[in-house]
């Protein structure tokens, strides 16, 4: 029984780490967004939508 829940708990921590690489991408094309907002002086969304 123990090595079904080490199993799931590897299955787990592999899609954790996965979405967890998407991470710096996903942050990285927010801030650009809101800089390209601040700078232009618009409240619209941005023109470069990820």
């Not at 029984?1 to 996965?18: G, P």
Request: proline content about 2%; charged content about 30%.
């Amino acid at each position: 029984m123990e090595w079904k829940h080490t199993d799931q708990f590897r299955r787990v921590k592999k899609k954790i780490a996965k979405h967890l690489r998407f991470y710096p991408m996903i942050f990285h094309a927010d801030i650009t967004c809101r800089l390209e907002r601040i700078s232009n002086g618009t409240l619209s969304t941005c023109s470069s939508q990820v």
